[in-house]
């Protein structure tokens, strides 16, 4: 199944798709207990990407190559961050001990999935709950609201949340609907410019390919890590007064630099636009809109820099009643009908329900945005133009649950000697690190991280 998947993103690219000399897959699902094809679904939209940056590599003079993925490798990256050490130890995100964070019952009898992952989200939602932070006060609190009209109400104040639908009630919203008809990886031309050509003769695919990347949590920030697996130069903006999530950092920072700067001040946001001017790919998770009030939406940097891949990661898509909503994995998971999908016998005996058990949306969106990246890429190269890529977790987690249902009996979960031959070492900023190596690999170029990951600041906002 992981090659129906592969084949599935890979029509995406259309007549860019090129032919690596062979795609193979090593292993299947199911490996979480879950019916989710979550790991064929990570491992073909890895496959994709990967697939892509060897055929960048072979228009500049690489041989071609084959490409293999291993599935079950592909689906322990999407718990990349907890299968980390550092120091010999795990780095657990503070978010996973928060009474705002999680699924509870609302006082019409559905479910809502809060969202407070950052401390002014969290007191955000304490305010308009009138609660304590503790989860007995949020359930109580949450028990009084219907869940549409609390998801309304977190939506109005920017706040994040979103109703546990099932796939029919989904569908039957208007945001499932525009997403169903929408492309999983949407290419689209925004501009006029010549074609260009990266320089011939690399020694990496994506070598001198330079990606700019203002994205935070995970989805974004994958994307870059994949290409930069690939040799790209990428570099991390961040401002500093914006909450991170360190182990997320670490585990997405491979292969990357971080530099500080905040394009809500003048000066910051002329080097931004100077970096940009200058970069191939500008990666942005923000939500839709938040960068066209800045003067840095996609038709802004088309015109500033004729030629460049605009790439988009969102939660619930592009255009539509919620498209505006800022989200996170599992808020995608619940209002998509993911996690009610994943949890039907349990919900159906009774029980409340669960989110399929990793980081799926997050991490396959990643890998999907790498994909469209450089099919972009190789459009502009043949046809020219500057081009917009779009995905989001929401419009993923419909993907998946289209590739049909496995039997969640049958899983075969990942173990920590699986987990030791996936693994490397090697000292970071933030201590000595055992990671996850790429799942991917290309016979005469294997994907690898020049760069250890490191903290925000600690690099200079310029190009090398």
């Not at 900023?429 to 055992?434: A, K, N, R, T």
Request: hydrophobic share 40%.
């Amino acid at each position: 199944m992981a090659g129906d998947a592969f084949r599935q993103v890979m029509r995406h690219a259309g007549e860019v798709a090129g032919q690596p000399l062979s795609v193979n897959f090593a292993g299947e699902d199911p490996v979480y207990p879950s019916c989710i094809r979550a790991a064929d679904a990570a491992a073909g939209a890895l496959g994709a990407a990967s697939a892509m940056a060897q055929e960048v590599g072979a228009d500049r003079g690489l041989p071609r190559q084959s490409v293999t993925v291993s599935t079950r490798a592909a689906a322990a990256s999407l718990l990349g961050f907890l299968h980390m050490r550092v120091g010999g130890n795990m780095v657990l995100p503070p978010s996973m001990a928060n009474p705002t964070i999680g699924i509870y019952r609302a006082g019409c009898g559905r479910y809502i999935h809060l969202h407070g992952g950052f401390p002014h989200l969290r007191d955000g939602i304490l305010r308009l709950l009138d609660c304590e932070n503790d989860e007995t006060s949020v359930a109580d609190a949450v028990s009084k609201w219907d869940a549409v009209a609390l998801e309304d109400a977190l939506a109005y104040m920017n706040l994040c949340g979103a109703a546990v639908r099932t796939r029919t009630e989904w569908a039957d919203h208007q945001q499932g609907q525009l997403l169903a008809a929408a492309p999983l990886v949407d290419l689209v031309r925004i501009g006029d410019a010549p074609a260009q050509e990266l320089p011939p003769s690399p020694q990496r695919p994506l070598e001198k390919l330079r990606v700019l990347d203002l994205t935070r949590v995970l989805a974004g920030p994958t994307c870059g890590r994949t290409l930069a697996s690939h040799g790209a130069d990428v570099l991390r903006l961040g401002a500093a007064h914006l909450p991170t999530i360190e182990p997320f950092v670490m585990d997405t920072g491979h292969g990357k630099r971080f530099a500080t700067l905040d394009f809500g001040i003048k000066e910051d946001a002329e080097t931004l636009k100077d970096l940009a001017g200058k970069a191939s790919i500008f990666v942005q998770g923000y939500r839709p809109g938040a960068f066209e009030r800045h003067g840095l939406g996609p038709l802004h940097l088309a015109e500033l820099r004729p030629g460049i891949i605009y790439v988009s990661v969102s939660c619930y898509g592009h255009d539509g009643p919620m498209s505006s909503r800022a989200g996170w994995e599992q808020l995608a998971q619940s209002a998509s009908g993911m996690a009610r999908l994943h949890s039907d016998e349990t919900v159906a005996s009774g029980e409340d329900p669960t989110l399929f058990p990793a980081a799926a949306t997050d991490y396959t969106t990643g890998y999907l945005a790498a994909f469209g990246a450089l099919a972009a890429l190789r459009r502009q190269q043949r046809e020219g133009g500057s081009w917009h890529v779009r995905v989001s977790l929401s419009r993923t987690a419909m993907w998946m649950m289209d590739l049909g249902a496995v039997d969640h009996r049958k899983a075969v979960p990942i173990t920590e000697e699986d987990l030791g031959d996936m693994r490397d070492t090697r000292d970071t900023p933030f201590g000595e690190m055992q990671f996850l190596r790429p799942a991917d690999m290309l016979s005469h170029t294997p994907p690898f991280w020049e760069l250890p990951p490191s903290p925000m600041g600690s690099s200079n906002p310029a190009w090398r």
